[in-house]
């Protein structure tokens, strides 16, 4: 009899990002004297405008985003009205979201100033994690981001709110609230039922009819009633939810294009030799990516990511689209010695190919060697053989060996 795997998967460490008053930082780096003033991103209010952003010194006021122009006017007769600038934060946008992509490749933008990022297989301590992000964005783009770690994707966004409101600065609340894995039912039991995506206005006053007035009161309650109250799946999603219980992926919106292997180090690191025999590594896990899917690649890049955060990306193209490791490895190896020198410590290192399609290779008459190109498929067909079957660290080159002196 087949013995169950009974094994819990490991938890999840999911970041949302919320930048904090997006539209008006944006703004104020257009323009500094807004800083520390009352104002307003939006429309005339002679022409029914609206708050679309508000600073920090406006919402001492009471002024929010959505409301009429002229009642924020009349809140706080001082305000700046500033219109809006859109493509300018479209372009702020994309910078913050490429600078996610240096930090994990599993990134969801859910709108134009927030985004999840799945940082599941970095090493290192979470909230460490989410200062270093902070710091990245505010030394980098001279922006303020909030952020909510926990396991899953529900809990993070609240965690994010519950931060931010409990800043009472005044300025930007550059919040970091973190829930360890199994305490989410218990960080979401006194938050208010409006809390939880899914419960509106309508929704908290039926359940405000039954006594429920909580999170917690929610998910101790019987679930055959809040079946009867909002159907047998809406009320079992409810009562998921109010137990912090969220299976939902990171998505990521782009279709893969390319294969690409990286490494995040436990700790920062120059060693040369150690970085060279990484790439080696990372192009043959490649080659073998590509053999198996049947597939050639034509642009080789790397990835580099310091200490602080700061990422580059440099890419060649080869002669022929190819999967043979060591053509691979001979264009990254040279991108590599291009844009690092000895000495200076990394955080991540990649490697990736693309512009991937099947075979093509058209090789000129004199160009191909019959034995010698039968030679090499029969090697790789050997070496794929005995991957296949004990696994891809079964086999290596000589030069990947630590030999003993």
Not at 235 to 261: C, F, M, W, Y
Not at 275 to 293: T, V, Y
Request: proline fraction near 6%.
């Amino acid at each position: 009899m087949a013995q169950q795997n009974t094994r819990t998967p490991a938890p999840r460490t999911i970041i949302h990002l919320d930048l904090d008053a997006f539209f008006c930082a944006v703004e104020e780096l257009r323009d500094a004297s807004l800083r520390g003033k009352p104002f307003a991103v939006g429309g005339s209010p002679e022409g029914r405008g609206v708050v679309a952003s508000c600073s920090y010194p406006a919402r001492k006021f009471g002024i929010r985003s959505a409301m009429p122009m002229a009642r924020a006017l009349r809140l706080c007769p001082d305000l700046i009205i500033v219109r809006h600038h859109f493509r300018d934060y479209v372009e702020m946008s994309n910078k913050v979201m490429e600078l996610l992509s240096g930090v994990s490749e599993i990134i969801q933008p859910i709108s134009i100033d927030e985004a999840f990022i799945d940082i599941s297989a970095l090493p290192g301590d979470p909230l460490t994690i989410g200062h270093d992000l902070q710091k990245a964005i505010r030394d980098h783009l001279q922006l303020h981001c909030s952020l909510g770690i926990a396991s899953n994707k529900l809990v993070a966004k609240i965690a994010t709110e519950v931060g931010k409101g409990s800043v009472r600065t005044g300025a930007y609340p550059n919040a970091l609230q973190h829930v360890p894995a199994g305490e989410e039912a218990a960080f979401l039991a006194p938050l208010p039922c409006e809390a939880l995506w899914g419960v509106g206005p309508k929704s908290a006053e039926r359940l405000a009819e039954v006594g429920l007035r909580s999170i917690g009161q929610i998910a101790a309650h019987p679930l055959r009633e809040l079946q009867r109250l909002f159907g047998p799946q809406g009320g079992l999603d409810l009562q998921r939810r109010a137990q912090g219980i969220d299976n939902s992926p990171v998505h990521t919106s782009h279709e893969t294009k390319s294969i690409s292997q990286e490494e995040t180090f436990a700790r920062d690191t120059d060693d040369g030799a150690l970085l060279e025999e990484l790439i080696r590594s990372q192009a043959e896990s490649i080659a073998r990516r590509l053999k198996r899917k049947e597939l050639y690649g034509s642009t080789v890049k790397i990835k580099l990511r310091w200490p602080d955060f700061t990422t580059i990306t440099r890419q060649s193209t080869l002669p022929e689209a190819s999967d043979d490791a060591r053509q691979i490895e001979a264009a990254a190896l040279q991108l590599f010695h291009q844009n690092w020198r000895p000495g200076r410590k990394l955080r991540l290192l990649g490697v990736g190919i693309s512009r991937l399609g099947p075979p093509s290779r058209q090789l000129g008459l004199w160009d191909w060697n019959p034995k010698e190109a039968a030679k090499q498929e029969r090697l790789e067909a050997a070496v794929r053989a005995l991957q296949a079957q004990y696994g891809d660290a079964a086999i290596h080159r000589a030069s990947q060996l630590k030999v003993e002196p």
